[in-house]
């Protein structure tokens, strides 16, 4: 028997699983539920309560003092991004904080950074 790479045996059924109705489908109908898929996985801004900025505040403070290296989870566009490395400094007038990771520096806006742990 020749060997199908999208053939999956469930019990004592053979399975193609989502391949079998594609040739149904016209590519409109296949982009839009990509689309679809795309937006389901999108994640709400946390809405941070007054205690959660403020112990926000103080790891930003503590980790800005100690130099330590911290995980930076950043929130964007429905997609929040994890950054680890070291706090160089905060641009107030902005309002961007500055996180080296390795060689690279990012460059992050201090309304969509959503936590901070510092790393032992």
């Keep these: 028997m020749k060997h199908n790479k999208y053939l999956k045996v469930v019990g004592d059924v053979k ?3 989502r391949i079998k109705w594609t040739a149904l489908m016209l590519p409109e109908h296949v982009e839009m539920i990509r689309e ?3 937006k389901d996985e999108l994640v ?3 809405q941070l309560t007054e205690d959660d900025l403020q ?3 103080e790891e930003l ?3 800005l003092k100690r130099q330590c290296e911290v995980v930076l989870k950043n929130w964007e566009e429905g997609v929040v991004y ?3 490395g070291t706090i160089e400094g905060i641009d107030a007038r902005s309002r961007i ?3 080296k990771e ?3 520096r990012h460059r992050l806006p201090i309304d969509r950074v959503v936590s901070i742990v510092m790393v032992e």
């Design 97 to 99: 904080l500055i996180c």
């Design 82 to 84: 994890e950054y680890r």
């Design 61 to 63: 403070d503590i980790a």
């Design 55 to 57: 112990l926000l505040q």
């Design 44 to 46: 709400a801004k946390p």
């Design 102 to 104: 390795g060689e690279k």
């Design 15 to 17: 399975d193609r699983g």
């Design 36 to 38: 679809w898929y795309a």
